[in-house]
């Protein structure tokens, strides 16, 4: 069940967005994330959605790909879109025992729904063409002026990168783990609620320990390696922005200025 | 009273273009008593066979029958199963979870919702079988060296009293005495109350002297299945396939190429030594 998500996973192919340096795509990211919110109109959206449309379309990721990582929080979006739908105050279209639903509030709903959903492929593209660690490193080397007030920046994108690496070893354990205590007639499945998380008492003592103990080894198998922190560590592929990097900062600017530009033209407004 | 698994195929990624046979076409038979040793070197898919044993993995195609009857048949109580075929992983110590041995052996029998005094005596009978010292059946199973870790986790599932006991790989990582101490009592369980067991294990050196029969398993597929003796009788093939057969074996096949006629049968090191001392007293006479 796990294994099927692929928000956050990475897609291996070849393509200018895999190429891109980690850094631009970051930056992009919170980019796009922050022109969602700069308008309200149709050619605000209009705009962001040939945007991304350009930039999946560049990827070569399926689209289909994207969107089975997508089905886990189809729910939270649904709650969103419904809470929306029905507390917005405002002139009513129908109504039905004690809720109403009103003409802002299917807007508030439709765009909510809209920019939630161009919130999530924007970052799954992000995840789906960099690996963890170019994702780290170009954090690493992004944040680094951070470290004038004291961010250790380095540590905590080796943390990240460690975190992101043990992932799939903890699935594993936990799958060996549940086999186990599920061979000495353990119960997962049946009982309330009170009974199921006392059932996961036995998977869940061994796992952390198992956690901890790989964390133990990590460390001590670090430490012989004579590591010390990031002071004075060289890399083996340093990060350096190429000219397709540069081009890619400008169409960024290009579209993050017509998105703000779309925010303030008043002509279509409809709220 | 006996298990018997009928041509079964174990398919990863069955759905795509190249899907992988973790079992290959696997038929066998699993008589009552019967001490077996499964061998087989890393990935050739021993402990993927061992999991469908106690329908833990599903096989793709193909059945398992236990007592004569289906497994995979539809309202067939895998849980039930599970306790009668009982399946000690490989570092079964990373399993354990209470606060002392004694509670952590009990989990076993609890499931099996039965009287606490039975499954108390379940316990405390599993931990003298496995030969679990006394005194520290109510210390935390986290202070515990390896081998007694090891031997509590073995209790766990002894505890539920299965039928058949299959352990894989239980004596990696200990010490040659702990290895030693830990499979007589394993053999005991085969003698004294008559258990099947099912011994995975990668070295032909630790099974030779306790197995009634071997099996040897090869990428998903059954290589050879037969007793000690013949299998041994194998031993160049066994080498194209990374395994090798015990050392004693190579020995008497080097003596006997020299020209000294020993037989070549022997393997364990006390049978080899008998042997050679047969033909040498014969040969002073």
Not at chain 1, 15 to 36: A, E, M, N, Q, Y
Not at chain 2, 84 to 106: M, W
Not at chain 2, 211 to 225: A, H, K, Q, S, T
């Amino acid at each position: 069940m796990l294994r099927e998500i692929t928000l956050g996973q990475y897609y291996q192919t070849e393509s200018v967005i895999h190429r891109l340096d980690p850094r631009v795509k970051l930056l992009g990211t919170i980019l796009f994330f922050i022109s969602l919110f700069c308008f309200k109109n149709p050619i605000g959206y209009a705009i962001a959605r040939a945007f991304l449309a350009a930039v999946i379309i560049l990827s070569h990721v399926p689209f289909t790909y994207m969107i089975k990582g997508m089905r886990g929080i189809v729910i939270l979006m649904l709650i969103t879109v419904l809470i929306n739908l029905f507390v917005t105050q405002g002139d009513v279209v129908v109504s039905f025992w004690k809720l109403h639903i009103t003409k802002q509030g299917i807007i508030m709903a439709a765009q909510l729904a809209l920019r939630i959903s161009m919130l999530i492929i924007g970052s799954s593209i992000m995840t789906l063409t960099t690996t963890p660690n170019h994702l780290t490193d170009g954090m690493e080397k992004g944040l680094r002026f951070l470290k004038a007030i004291k961010v250790p920046v380095h540590e905590i994108a080796m943390m990240m990168s460690i975190a992101l690496r043990f992932i799939p070893i903890l699935l594993e354990e936990t799958d060996k783990i549940m086999k186990a205590q599920l061979a000495r007639g353990a119960d997962l499945e049946s009982g309330n609620l009170f009974k199921r998380v006392k059932a996961m008492v036995p998977i869940l003592v061994p796992l952390f320990i198992s956690a901890f103990r790989r964390a133990n080894e990590l460390a001590t198998a670090m430490e012989a390696r004579c590591y010390h922190g990031g002071e004075g560590r060289t890399k083996m592929k340093p990060l350096k922005y190429a000219s397709r990097d540069i081009v890619a900062y400008i169409i960024m600017l290009v579209y993050m200025g017509g998105s703000i530009f779309a925010g303030r033209l008043n002509i279509f407004r409809f709220m | 009273m006996s298990m018997i698994v009928d041509h079964i195929n174990y398919i990863y990624a069955r759905d795509t273009e190249n899907p992988v046979y973790a079992l290959k076409d696997i038929c066998l038979t699993i008589p009552d008593g019967q001490f077996i040793g499964v061998i087989g070197h890393t990935g050739s898919g021993k402990s993927t066979l061992m999991q469908h044993l106690n329908g833990l993995l599903k096989a793709s195609t193909g059945s398992i029958y236990f007592n004569g009857e289906d497994i995979y048949d539809k309202g067939y109580d895998l849980k039930k199963l599970r306790t009668r075929v009982g399946l000690v992983f490989q570092y079964p110590e990373h399993q354990l979870f209470a606060e002392t041995v004694f509670a952590d052996v009990c989990y076993g029998p609890k499931n099996l919702k039965l009287e606490k005094q039975e499954v108390e005596l379940r316990a405390y009978d599993a931990l003298r079988k496995v030969g679990f010292p006394e005194e520290l059946f109510f210390t935390s199973p986290f202070d515990l060296s390896g081998g007694q870790k090891r031997r509590a986790a073995i209790a766990g599932v002894l505890a539920m009293r299965p039928e058949i006991l299959i352990l894989d790989e239980p004596t990696a990582g200990l010490d040659p005495k702990g290895r030693d101490e830990i499979l007589d009592q394993i053999k005991k369980l085969q003698t004294k109350e008559n258990m099947t067991i099912i011994l995975v294990s990668h070295s032909m050196e630790d099974v030779a002297e306790y197995v009634d029969r071997i099996v040897v398993m090869n990428d998903g597929e059954v290589f050879l299945d037969n007793t000690p003796k013949e299998v041994f009788g194998h031993y160049k093939e066994l080498e194209k396939i990374g395994l090798a057969a015990p050392q004693v074996t190579y020995i008497m096949n080097g003596l006997y190429e020299r020209g000294i006629p020993v037989s070549t049968e022997a393997t364990t090191i006390s049978e080899a030594a008998d042997e050679i001392m047969r033909v040498f007293n014969k040969s002073n006479n």
